[in-house]
C-alpha cells in the first residue's frame, strides 16, 4: 500500500482510538441485539441493523470483488483511497447518490422507479429470518424459509419490470432472459429445499442450526445417513443460487458483451446502485441458506465455540467462492442455462428426494 | 428455417448493435431484424472509420505510406508492412539481405503471436469470461517489449524498409525471444485448461457458427476462417515469399466449420509460429540488414504489381499500379477482414444473438482493417 | 446413458481444474506495474516526438536547415526556417515548429537527416489543456533545456 505522506500524517491519531473502538463497538452491538427482548421493538431494531449490514455488505463485497478479481488476474486493484483502498466503496457509494437520476425519453416512470426497490427490499426483507446467531435473528419464524422464497420470487419482478421500464430493446431481451432463467432454476433449488425439509422436519432456520451441532461430521452436508447424495445436493443448491441472483456463469440478464448491461442499461445513479445493492444483498441470501442448510449455521466445526464469528466466517468464504466461478468461467447461453437446469439438475434432484425419502423410511431420524 | 419463415410475418424488431457495443470491438454496427433472440438478418453497416488509406497512398511517396501500413490493422502491423515492402521490392527489383528476411519473419511471426493471444483473450471476453484477457495481454506484452526495443514503437512498429529492415536487432533480442518462447510454451497448457477444455466454451463454440468452404469461397474468406473449414491454403505454405520455405511448420486445418474449429486453429498457429521463430533464430544469418542499392528516392517503373502476405487475420493483398513517378498511380489494398466479415450476413441467419455474437468473435474482426 | 454421464464428469472435472488454475494464479504475485508511483525506462529506440540535438562544443542545433525532414515527412507537420549569417558556413536555423497533434512517429524525419540533427525524445507523458499546446517550437524547448 503506498499512502501519501501527508495521508498517513492526518490518518495517524485515529489508527490507536479505531482499533479499540472497532471491537468495543462490535461486542456493544452483539450485546445490545440479543438483549433486546422480543416484540415489535425488537424488529424494528433489528431491520435498522439489517438494512446497514445490507448497504455496507453491498460496499464491501463490491470492494472484495474487485479485489479478488484483481488478483486472479495478477493486478492489485484498488489501493488509492484509505489503506487497500478500503474507503473506495464509500467514495464510489458517494458518487453514484451525487449523480442525477435520469429518466430517459419513452420509459415507464413509475415502473422504472419501482424495479429497483423491488429488487432491493425483498432481499431486507429476508435477512429478518436468517440466524446470524442463537439469538441473533430479528424474528424467530417456523416458517422461515418458506418466508425467503416467497421474497426470493418478488425479486425477478423487479428485474422484469425494470427492463420493460426502461424501453431499451436490450433491456427488455435482458428481462425476457431473467425471468426465464428464475424459473427454471427455482425448480431444482425448491426440490432440495424439500428434501432438505423432509430431513429436517423444520422450516425454522435456527432450529436446522441447532440440528447440526456438535463437530463438522453431523453438518448436513455430510449426512450421509439422510441421503449419500448430501454434497452434490449441496452442489446444485450453489449453481442454483448462482443462477438466481443472475451471477456469472449465469448472468444472462446482464451479458455485457451482448446485451450492454441488460436490465439495468438505462439506469444511472442511484436507481443503478440500488439494483447493484439488490444484487449483492441475493448473494448474501443465498450463500446465508447454503451455509444454514448445509454447514451448520453458526455452529463451529468442533463442537466449541460456536456463535455468529463462524456464521459470517463460512458466509464470507461461500461468498468468495462465488466471485471465484465468476472470474473464471465464460457465460453460458440461454440453451446451455436450461439443458443444464432440465436436463442434469432437476433429474439430480428428483432421484435425491426419491432416494432420501427411502432412506427415510428405512432409518427414521 | 420453416419457423423462421413462418414468422417473417410476425412481429419483428430491429436491433442496432453498434456502433458503440462492447461486442464489436470498434465502431462497427450490425443491423439485426430479430425475432426474439433469433436473427433473422444481420447487415453490417460499414464505413464509421474510413480514413482513405487508399487515396492517401496515391497522394504519398512511395516510402511515405509504409508507416500508413501498420495503421490498418493494428494488431498485426508487421504483416502489413510486410505486403507493402513486398510489392516495392517486387517493383523495384530490390532483393533483402538474409538476415533481415529472417529478422522479419521472426518480427512478424512475433507480432502474429501478439495477435492471436489478443484475439484469444477478446474473444473469450466476447463469450464472458474475463479473466484470460489479462493472462494474455501479460504475455503479449512481453511481445510488444522485445517489438519495442527493436523497433521503437509498441504498436505501429513501421520497421521494415524497402530493401531491409529499419535497424538491427540486438543479442538481448534474441535471448529475449528464447526466453519467451519458453514462457508461453509454459502457459499454454494453462489456457487450454482453464478456456479450450471448459465445459461451458465447449458448449458454446461446438458446432455454432457453422462456415462452410463453400461459403468462405463465395465470399473470398481467408486465414484462420478458411482453415476452419478445412481447407488448407496459407500463403505461407502455397505461395512462399520470404523464407518461408526454408522452415519447418505446419498449417493447422480443422474440418468441423464451426466457432471451435477456428478457435483452435489460431491457437495452434500459436505454436507453429513459435516453432518458426525457433529454427529462424537458430539459423539467423550474420550480414548486413539492408540492401546496399536502394535508391534515395523511390521511382518504381510502370507497371503493375501484386503481393500478398499471410497476415493474422488472412490474405493481405496490395496492388500498386506505377507510373513511374514517385508516387504510386493507383494502390488498391485487399484485406482480409473485409471479406470475413462479408460472409456474416450468411451465416449468422437463423442464430441466437448470444451465438451470432461469438460467431462475430470468431471472426477475429479489426474494424480499421475493414474500412481501411 | 453412458455418454450423459461422461459428460457430466468430465465436464465437472474441466471446472473445477478451471478454479484450479485461477486460484494459483491468484496467489502469484501481481505482475503490473503502479503507474504514477513507479514508471518505466523507455528503450533507447522509443519513438517518442522528436527534439534538436545540440552541437556538442557550441551548443546550438546541429541543424543545417537543408529541410529534407520536411520533405520526408509524411503528414507535413515539420515547419522550419533558416537564415544566413555572417561567418557561419551554411544557414542558421530560426524556427523549427513541431506540429504534434498530426505526427504519426513514424520516424521518417529522423532517417532522413543527415546531419544528425534530430532524435526521438524519450517523453511520453504528454498531456496538454488545448491543441495549441502541442504545437512544439522545438528550438525554444533546446534553449529552455539548456538552461
Ligand atoms: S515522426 Fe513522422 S510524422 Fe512525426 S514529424 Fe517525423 S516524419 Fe513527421
Ligand atoms: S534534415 Fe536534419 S539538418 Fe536537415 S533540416 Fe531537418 S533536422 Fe535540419
Known amino acids: 500500500m503506498i499512502l501519501h505522506p501527508e495521508t498517513k500524517k492526518a490518518l495517524a491519531p485515529f489508527v490507536l482510538p479505531g482499533l479499540i473502538a472497532g471491537p468495543v463497538l462490535i461486542v456493544g452491538l452483539y450485546l445490545f441485539l440479543t438483549s433486546i427482548p422480543g416484540g415489535l421493538a425488537r424488529v424494528i431494531i433489528f431491520c435498522g441493523a439489517l438494512i446497514i449490514f445490507a448497504a455496507l455488505n453491498a460496499a464491501y463485497l463490491v470492494w472484495l470483488e474487485r479485489k479478488v478479481c484483481a488478483h486472479i488476474q495478477c493486478r492489485i486493484g484498488p489501493k488509492e483511497v484509505g489503506p487497500f483502498g478500503l474507503i473506495q466503496p464509500l467514495v464510489d457509494g458517494i458518487k453514484l447518490m451525487s449523480k442525477q437520476l435520469l429518466l430517459p425519453k419513452g420509459i415507464d416512470p413509475f415502473l422504472f422507479k419501482v424495479a429497483p426497490l423491488l429488487v432491493l427490499v425483498p432481499a431486507v426483507m429476508s435477512f429478518v429470518t436468517i440466524p446470524f446467531g442463537e439469538h441473533l435473528a430479528a424474528r424467530n419464524i417456523n416458517i422461515g424459509l418458506l418466508m425467503i422464497f416467497a421474497f426470493a420470487s418478488v425479486n425477478v419482478l423487479g428485474l422484469l419490470l425494470g427492463g420493460w421500464g426502461s424501453a ?198 | 428455417m420453416s419457423d423462421l419463415a413462418r414468422s417473417q410475418n410476425q412481429e419483428t424488431f430491429v436491433l442496432n448493435l453498434g456502433p458503440q457495443h462492447p461486442a464489436t470491438h470498434g465502431v462497427l454496427r450490425v443491423k439485426l431484424t430479430m425475432d426474439g433472440e433469433y436473427i433473422l438478418r444481420a447487415e453490417p453497416v460499414l464505413g464509421y472509420i474510413h480514413r482513405m488509406h487508399e487515396k492517401m497512398g496515391e497522394n504519398r511517396t512511395w516510402a511515405q505510406f509504409m508507416p500508413n501500413t501498420g495503421r490498418l490493422d493494428y494488431l498485426g502491423a508487421l504483416s502489413y508492412n510486410h505486403g507493402y ?259 456474416y450476413e450468411e451465416a449468422s441467419q437463423g442464430m441466437l444473438l448470444a451465438d451470432a455474437l461469438a460467431l462475430m468473435g470468431s471472426l477475429d474482426l479489426v474494424i480499421p482493417e475493414i474500412d481501411r | 446413458m453412458s455418454g450423459y454421464f461422461k459428460e457430466l464428469f468430465s465436464g465437472t472435472k474441466s471446472l473445477a481444474v478451471g478454479l484450479g488454475i485461477t486460484f494459483r494464479y491468484m496467489v502469484k504475485p501481481v505482475v503490473t506495474l503502479q503507474y504514477p508511483h513507479e514508471s518505466l525506462q523507455m528503450t533507447p529506440r522509443f519513438r517518442g516526438h522528436i527534439e534538436l540535438i545540440p552541437n556538442e562544443e557550441t551548443g546550438e542545433p546541429n541543424c543545417v536547415v537543408c529541410g529534407m525532414c520536411q520533405k520526408a515527412c509524411p503528414s507535413n507537420c515539420i515547419s522550419l526556417a533558416g537564415e544566413k549569417v555572417d561567418g557561419v558556413k551554411g544557414k542558421v536555423l530560426t524556427k523549427y515548429i513541431l506540429n504534434f497533434t498530426t505526427c504519426s512517429l513514424c520516424g521518417m524525419c529522423v532517417e532522413s537527416c543527415k546531419f544528425n540533427a534530430i532524435t526521438f525524445s524519450k517523453e511520453y507523458n504528454l498531456a496538454g489543456p488545448s491543441r495549441e499546446a502541442y504545437v512544439f517550437d522545438l528550438k525554444k524547448r533546446l534553449e529552455d533545456k539548456k538552461q
Not at chain 1, 193 to 210: A, R
Open chain 1, 168 to 365: 431499451n430493446k436490450y433491456a427488455v431481451i435482458s428481462a425476457a432472459r431473467a425471468v426465464s432463467q428464475n424459473v427454471a432454476y427455482e425448480i431444482p433449488m425448491l426440490i432440495i429445499v424439500i428434501t432438505m425439509i423432509m430431513v429436517t422436519g423444520t422450516m425454522n432456520l435456527n432450529e436446522i442450526v441447532m440440528q447440526q451441532s456438535g463437530w463438522f461430521g453431523n453438518w448436513y452436508i455430510f449426512r450421509f445417513t439422510a441421503s449419500p447424495l448430501m454434497p452434490v445436493a449441496f452442489l446444485i443448491f450453489f449453481v442454483c443460487s448462482l443462477a438466481e441472483t443472475n451471477r456469472a456463469p449465469f448472468d444472462l440478464g446482464e451479458a455485457e458483451s451482448e446485451l450492454i448491461a441488460g436490465f439495468h442499461t438505462e439506469y444511472s445513479g442511484m436507481g443503478f446502485g440500488v439494483f447493484f445493492m439488490g444484487e449483492y444483498a441475493n448473494i448474501v441470501i443465498g450463500c446465508s441458506l447454503a451455509t444454514i442448510l448445509f454447514l451448520g449455521g453458526w455452529q463451529s466445526p468442533v463442537g466449541i465455540a460456536s456463535g455468529w464469528w463462524w456464521f459470517l466466517l463460512k458466509l464470507y468464504t461461500l461468498i468468495f467462492c462465488v466471485m471465484w466461478v465468476r472470474w473464471t468461467y465464460p457465460r453460458t447461453t440461454l440453451w446451455g442455462l436450461l439443458n443444464l437446469s432440465w436436463k442434469i439438475l432437476i433429474p439430480i434432484t428428483l432421484f435425491n428426494l426419491l432416494l432420501t425419502g427411502a432412506m427415510l423410511k428405512i432409518w427414521p431420524h
Open chain 2, 85 to 343: 515492402a513486398l510489392v516495392v521490392e517486387r517493383a523495384m527489383g530490390i532483393t533483402v539481405p538474409e538476415r533481415a528476411e529472417y529478422l522479419r519473419v521472426i518480427t512478424v511471426e512475433l507480432n502474429r503471436i501478439a495477435s492471436h493471444l489478443l484475439w484469444f483473450g477478446a474473444f473469450v471476453l466476447d463469450l464472458g469470461g474475463f479473466t484470460p484477457l489479462l493472462y494474455a495481454f501479460d504475455d503479449r506484452e512481453k511481445i510488444l517489449d522485445l517489438l519495442e526495443s527493436v523497433t521503437g514503437s509498441r504498436l505501429t512498429f513501421c520497421y521494415f524498409r524497402f530493401g531491409g529492415l529499419y535497424n538491427d536487432v540486438d543479442d538481448d533480442f534474441i535471448t529475449g525471444s528464447r526466453a519467451f518462447i519458453k514462457r508461453l510454451r509454459s502457459r499454454m497448457p494453462d489456457y487450454h485448461n482453464l478456456v479450450t477444455n471448459n465445459i461451458i466454451m465447449i458448449k458454446r463454440l461446438k458446432d455454432v457458427g457453422l462456415i462452410s468452404a463453400e461459403m468462405c469461397r463465395k465470399y473470398g474468406a481467408t486465414g484462420p476462417v478458411l482453415r476452419g473449414s478445412g481447407v488448407d491454403f496459407d500463403i505461407r505454405k502455397n505461395e512462399p515469399y520470404s523464407v518461408y520455405s526454408e522452415f519447418d511448420f505446419d498449417i493447422p486445418v480443422y474440418h468441423e466449420c464451426d466457432s471451435m474449429a477456428r478457435y483452435m486453429v489460431r491457437m495452434d498457429e500459436i505454436e507453429q509460429s513459435l516453432r518458426i521463430i525457433e529454427q529462424a533464430l537458430d539459423k539467423l544469418p550474420e550480414g548486413p540488414v539492408m540492401a546496399e542499392k536502394v535508391p534515395k528516392i523511390i521511382k518504381a517503373p510502370k507497371g503493375d504489381y501484386y503481393a500478398a502476405v499471410e497476415a493474422a487475420r488472412g490474405t493481405f493483398g496490395i496492388r500498386v499500379v506505377s507510373d513511374g513517378t514517385n508516387t504510386p498511380y493507383r494502390l488498391k489494398l485487399r484485406s482480409p477482414t473485409y471479406s470475413n466479415l462479408s460472409l
